[in-house]
T-cell receptor, first 108, second 115 residues
Framework: KNEVEQSPQNLTAQEGEFITINCSYSVGISALHWLQQHPGGGIVSLFMLSSGKKKHGRLIATINIQEKHSSLHITASHPRDSAVYICAASYNNNDMRFGAGTRLTVKP | GAGVSQTPSNKVTEKGKYVELRCDPISGHTALYWYRQSLGQGPEFLIYFQGTGAADDSGLPNDRFFAVRPEGSVSTLKIQRTERGDSAVYLC?????????????FGPGTRLTVL
């Protein structure tokens, strides 16, 4: 069983819709990362958070330490947001475990 | 400033051959990570360097895989006697200090295909 679980696996939305991607992790972590991966493999770090909430433009990431759960929200989604979004948990020993990713397609 | 670069971008080899994959981290980053990503899956940790030393190589699948970082900057991932199951995208990332809360900056990856 993967220590980091993401849902949904695939998500299709219409332009303008509010998007939520969920991530659950099984044991205590030092930080939770949200990454974006475009076709061709390039990975970009979106957020790193250990508590609370972070916002950058139309992207919002939240984490609930007690429930071991994080969400990534995209407001006013746009076709250029189409990508794979990956949740990753890092631990004190520098081990990093990744979710399988959520493939988001935003249609115009 | 340049980001993390990896060469080659694509590598096709035959089963049983030896391959080397190179990673150039961001200048000044002390920590360097190698990951492997199979189709449709998230990346999987292979090895982590702090400076010149491998601080954690617990993710290397077997002794056919080896990585070095002799001068604390460029790293080479070496795979001996390649197998078809080694086919994947090999990703490299670097971070400034290696603290688990550091942001990791990823390279574009090397797509390895073993025929």
């Amino acid at each position: 069983k993967n220590e980091v679980e993401q849902s949904p696996q695939n998500l299709t939305a219409q332009e303008g819709e509010f998007i939520t991607i969920n991530c659950s992790y099984s044991v205590g972590i030092s930080a939770l990362h949200w990454l974006q991966q475009h076709p061709g493999g390039g990975i970009v770090s979106l957020f790193m958070l250990s508590s609370g909430k972070k916002k950058h433009g139309r992207l919002i990431a939240t984490i609930n330490i007690q429930e071991k759960h994080s969400s990534l929200h995209i407001t006013a989604s746009h076709p250029r947001d189409s990508a794979v979004y990956i949740c990753a948990a890092s631990y004190n020993n520098n081990d990093m475990r990744f979710g399988a990713g959520t493939r988001l397609t935003v249609k115009p | 400033g340049a980001g993390v670069s990896q060469t080659p971008s694509n590598k096709v080899t035959e089963k049983g051959k030896y391959v080397e994959l190179r990673c150039d981290p961001i200048s000044g980053h002390t920590a360097l990570y190698w990951y492997r990503q199979s189709l449709g899956q998230g990346p999987e940790f292979l090895i982590y360097f702090q400076g010149t030393g491998a601080a954690d190589d617990s993710g290397l699948p077997n002794d056919r895989f080896f990585a070095v970082r002799p001068e604390g900057s460029v790293s080479t991932l070496k795979i001996q006697r390649t197998e078809r199951g080694d086919s994947a995208v090999y990703l490299c990332a670097s971070s400034l200090t290696g603290y688990s809360t550091d942001t990791q900056y990823f390279g574009p990856g090397t797509r390895l295909t073993v025929l």
